[in-house]
């Protein structure tokens, strides 16, 4: 039989394992090294790329790592030099040696293996605390955790304001002993105590506390907890072995970890969220009872030298303590709560005083204006103050004409819907996203587009084409107009049509793949035949270029290849400022929860396109006394070249002088950088008029305002004026002419309702600025709750439009109808929601248009009025008209709907007038259409003409040239274009022009006349001229309906 042991040297034989176990051992080697290579390529190409820009947050990444990691993995015990790792690695290898001797050692010699007599082999130190490495071992080892284990406690918010620190700024570091004083000081009843003690610490609390607790936790975690857990059971089993084991011991160090963890929980309370009345008690239980377990713990190790159980009484002394210092701390807050229960305003007011002031400054809450104002009601015949009789109609739509050209008509949907057809025939690219803009006052929906490789691409083509063929858009943005939909040349705003840096969007590739290309090449695989000759990218030559890609090694053996990599702005972002956050998540639910890309918008400065993309910035808050959520901070924005990738950024405006980040980001990042990223003292003019407040900011803003605009503390603790954002309603970015403004502006609007309540009205909505002089600046427009006319919501604004009998009837009419977004605008003193209706072809084509548009009265007394029209301005005439109880234009007459507390009820009546409300209706439109004939008669006269009214006109020949509709005065434009054209063409001297029915004879006109003359049913006004032609008298005359 073989003998796996040499008979002459008793070294072991030749066995095959051995050369498998070589072998998996060089394949993994490899495995690493190529890896360690790839990645050490991927490091250079950033640093070439990027510069300094991508070093410094590495630089801070490695002061965060050693400082933590020294902070949790180093051991100061120099005298015992323990390890747990070198521990288990010698029971480990210890137990392998066991294993190989079992085949030729015998019963006897393996149960020495515990014994103080067996071989030297087997003397390692079975119980941890007679573990002791070498002094220069040890040393080695410390340092070797920190190199190693400095990579899992990197924090770059902590790490760059280390450095800033260390450089001699101060935030707030001397102040921090303030936060010991905090449970035990008698708050006052306002918030004058957390403005004076606790925000001069919020920058400390958020920027340097969080690491470091988690860091001392840690080590207490691994050094107190599992180092003791190990010690006790490597105790216990060597003890066992011995048949002494040493209960007592054993529960010394039990009380140890225990008082040692009370003592740090106790600690940590100093730095919770959740202060009030209650809290120096549970901190004082906690530190007290950490310290009689450490005494007990102290007292139990020195008697367990000669007592190796414990007594019964030094168990119920032990419980007795606990169950003291339980009792009395929890009898204290018990009584404190019973208390508090019945004077909350005395006990528990002054705490909520200081969450108001806390989180009102974490929100930045104190810079939000608030104005309260009074909704006009809708008009009416009454003869109150409200009432607008019909002229007052007119010349409040022709007053607002500049707000009515202004309504956004088209929302995101239907603006992608619209679009799509410019894409042209292709399956390469698709739309990344769909932004409103603004340029000269006017509003654009802008759709940046993104490549994506077609569907029909088979496997082995996919490598090729994403790396080497669909490289950029060629489409750039396109553009259509918010209020008209009418699609324009982009062009026009955009020059810059190649997108190689951008937004991959839903089906995009930017953020799948880098793009290449061999430098000095002639012919280009890029779609399009394009040829990039931007900045973005880096050069690569072998062999460099075969590690980053080994498909280079054999079809590129000695070209240099120009890598575009981090294409996606995002991930590129990511990669050169890691600091801030890139997605944010939407949603009421875990179950309906949305990850998305922070909002960026496309903007340009005449000759090249960028992307704006917000730099914000998360603060955890959760060791500053009283927060209640995180802190968001906007630090600035960054532009982003979509051809050549590089990255300029500016500081915010909004961001103010208080921001302790913002103030250590540029103190940082101050001046060129190098690489592709730069820093900009100050926003570009061409950037101020396309700047776009993060509806993120302005979201987080808002929901801590609804909660936090309560500043009472009773009022607080009643909750009976929290508010919320309407459900399903996005915010909005409009042009429009809130209170208080002189002119309209491009604002963010958001509507805010009471919490809770039965009634869908709204208390008020909230607008921000985006012009660069007021940016960032938040107005709440606050309506009283116990207001008579209410605000309707946009859901209750809806619901009246679709139970409105005329738009029921409209919509019969209409085809595959698509309600759009609730706008509510400002209109004269009338507050209104516009609301689009979109028809679309059934066929999946893609073809949108605009159905009519619903002017719903958001400010209501109990009836809900709607008007539909072509246009804005129709719209709004007809519900100023239907509110007032007149006939709408050229629509079809409903009833009213009435509303309960915002809440419209299933069965709608129509309320009829009286006989004396209807006479008075049908007078007034009467006066309504003579003024508007009276205007036509002077339109003539202007011309020069002499208006005569006969009793009948009657010629051989008429023709009707033109038939326009006047039914509202927006329509007066359009009847005036009209009478000029007939004017020019009918009514001038000496020969004129030709009649449709007589296109060759030379029309004379009788004289400078016009003819007026009403039709039969008086709803039709006729102008006309005779003209002799061939002898034969003609009738050239123009019709307008007047209403």
Not at 29 to 40: D, R, T, V
Not at 287 to 302: E, K, P, T, V
Not at 839 to 864: C, H, W
Not at 1023 to 1032: A, C, D, H
Request: glycine share 8%.
């Amino acid at each position: 039989m073989w003998n796996p042991f040499n008979e002459d040297s008793g070294t072991p034989g030749f066995k095959i394992w051995r050369i498998i176990r070589i072998a998996v051992f060089v394949i993994i080697g490899l495995i690493i090294f190529w890896l360690a290579s790839s990645q050490s390529v991927n490091l250079f190409m950033n640093v070439v790329e990027f510069g300094n820009v991508f070093t410094k947050p590495l630089y801070y990444s490695i002061v965060s790592g050693l400082i933590l990691c020294s902070i949790a993995a180093i051991r100061v015990d120099y005298r015992h030099r323990n390890s747990i790792t070198w521990y288990g690695i010698h029971l480990l290898v210890n137990f392998l040696k066991r294993g190989d001797n079992d085949s030729s050692s015998s019963s006897s010699a393996s149960s020495s293996y515990y014994s103080k007599t067996a071989s030297k082999r087997s003397k390692l130190p079975i119980r941890y605390p007679d573990f002791k490495m070498e002094k220069r071992s040890f040393i080695i080892w410390q340092i070797t955790k920190v190199v190693l284990f400095a990579p899992l406690f990197t924090n770059l918010i902590f790490g760059i304001s280390a450095v800033f620190l260390l450089e001699g700024h101060d935030i707030g570091l001397g102040l921090l002993p303030n936060i010991f004083l905090v449970p035990f000081t008698n708050i006052p009843s306002d918030g004058s105590f957390a403005q004076q003690h606790v925000i001069p610490l919020i920058p400390v609390l958020t920027l340097i506390i969080p690491s470091l607790l988690s860091a001392i936790g840690i080590r207490i975690f691994l050094y107190i907890g599992v180092v003791g857990g190990i010690s006790i059971a490597s105790r216990y089993v060597a003890d066992t072995s011995e048949s002494k084991p040493k209960l007592l011991s054993y529960i010394s160090t039990m009380e140890q970890i225990l008082g040692v963890t009370l003592l740090w929980t106790g600690f940590t309370m100093f730095f919770s969220f959740n202060i009030n009345y209650n809290t120096k008690y549970a901190i004082l239980g906690t530190l007290i009872m950490g310290l009689f377990f450490i005494a007990y713990g102290f007292l139990d190790n020195r008697r367990s030298k000669i007592i190796v159980t414990p007594e019964r009484k030094q168990i119920y002394t032990r419980l007795f303590t606990i169950l003291a210092i339980t009792i009395v701390t929890g009898s204290f807050m018990a009584i404190n709560n019973t208390i508090a229960d019945a004077k909350k305003i005395q006990w528990g007011g002054p705490y909520i005083a200081q969450e108001i002031a806390v989180n009102r400054y974490i929100a930045e809450l104190d810079k939000v204006q608030t104005v309260n104002y009074s909704l006009a009601a809708p008009p009416s015949l009454s003869s109150s103050s409200s009432s607008l009789p019909p002229p007052s109609i007119s010349a409040m739509v022709n007053g607002n004409n500049d707000a009515l050209n202004n309504i956004r008509l088209w929302d995101q949907q239907a603006a992608q819907l619209k679009l799509k057809p410019q894409l042209g025939q292709k399956n390469d690219i698709n739309f990344a996203d769909t932004n409103i803009e603004r340029f000269n006052n006017t509003m654009y929906w802008a759709a940046p587009t993104a490549p994506n490789l077609p569907a029909d691409v088979i496997p082995e083509n996919i490598w090729y084409n994403e790396h080497f063929v669909y490289t950029h858009s060629g489409k750039g943005v396109l553009m259509m107009e918010a209020n008209t939909g009418d699609v324009i040349d982009s062009s026009k705003f955009f020059k810059q049509k190649n997108i190689y840096y951008g937004d991959s969007g839903p089906t995009g590739i930017f953020n799948q793949a880098w793009s290449a290309f061999p430098v000095g090449r002639t012919l280009s695989d890029e779609i399009e035949g394009a040829f990039y000759t931007g900045t973005g990218g880096v050069n690569v030559a072998p062999p460099v270029s075969w590690v980053f890609e080994p498909k280079f090694m054999l079809s590129y053996t000695d070209s240099t290849m120009h890598v575009l990599r981090y294409k996606d702005i995002f991930d590129r972002m990511k990669v050169m400022y890691p600091y801030f956050v890139y997605d944010f998540t939407q949603g009421t639910s875990q179950a309906n929860i949305n990850i998305r890309n922070v909002g960026v918008v496309p903007v340009t400065d005449g000759k090249n396109t960028y992307w704006l993309m917000p730099l914000i910035v998360f603060l955890d808050t959760s060791h500053v006394p009283w927060s209640s959520g995180d802190m968001l901070r906007l630090v600035g924005f960054a532009l982003i070249d979509a051809y050549n990738g590089s990255v300029k950024i500016i500081r915010s405006t909004a961001s103010g002088s208080n921001d302790p980040f913002s103030q250590i980001f540029f103190e940082q990042y101050a001046g060129n950088n190098g690489g592709d990223g730069t820093v900009l003292t100050k926003t570009p003019e061409w950037l101020s008029k396309q700047l776009v407040y993060p509806e993120e900011m302005f979201l987080w803003k808002v929901n801590r305002f609804n909660q936090y605009h309560v500043t009472d503390p009773k009022t607080f603790i009643e909750a009976q004026q929290f508010y919320k954002t309407p459900d399903q309603v996005s915010t909005n970015y409009i042009i429009t002419n809130p209170p208080g403004f002189d002119k309209p502006q491009f604002v963010g609007m958001q509507s805010v309702q009471l919490s809770n309540s039965p009634a869908n009205n709204l208390v008020g909505y909230m607008v921000v600025q985006n012009n660069l002089e007021s940016f960032g600046k938040m107005i709440f427009y606050s309506v009283p709750l116990d207001s008579a006319t209410k605000l309707l919501g946009p859901g209750t604004a809806r619901d009246a439009l679709e139970k409105d009998p005329a738009y029921a009837k409209e919509k019969g009419l209409l085809r595959n109808t698509r309600v759009g977004d609730s706008l509510l605008y400002r209109i004269g003193n009338q507050e209104v929601y516009f609301i689009p209706v979109y028809t679309a072809s059934t066929s999946g084509g893609g073809v949108i248009q605009l159905g009519t548009i619903a002017a719903v009265g958001a400010s209501v007394t109990g009836n809900a009025y709607v008007g539909l029209g072509d246009t804005p301005q129709l719209a709004f005439e007809n519900y100023l008209l239907k509110a007032a109880g007149l006939g709408p234009l050229n629509q079809t007459s409903g009833g009213t709907t009435t509303v309960a507390n915002g809440t419209l009820p299933a069965a709608l009546s129509n309320a009829s007038a009286t006989t004396k409300q209807q006479q008075q209706a049908n007078e007034t439109l009467v006066l309504h259409r003579a003024e508007r004939i009276l205007g036509l008669e002077k339109i003539f006269v202007s011309a020069g003409l002499t208006v005569l009214k006969p009793t009948a006109v009657s010629a051989p020949l008429s023709f009707k040239e033109a038939d326009v509709t006047y039914l509202a005065d927006s329509q007066i434009d359009f009847v005036k274009s009209a009478i000029t054209k007939f004017l020019l063409e009918f009514s001038s001297p000496g020969p004129g022009g030709t009649s449709s029915a007589s296109h060759s004879a030379a029309a004379i006109p009788t004289d400078l006349r016009i003819f007026e003359w009403q039709g039969s049913d008086n709803k039709v006004v006729n102008f006309g001229t005779l003209k002799v032609v061939n002898g034969i008298v003609e009738n050239h005359y123009i019709s307008i309906h007047v209403g």
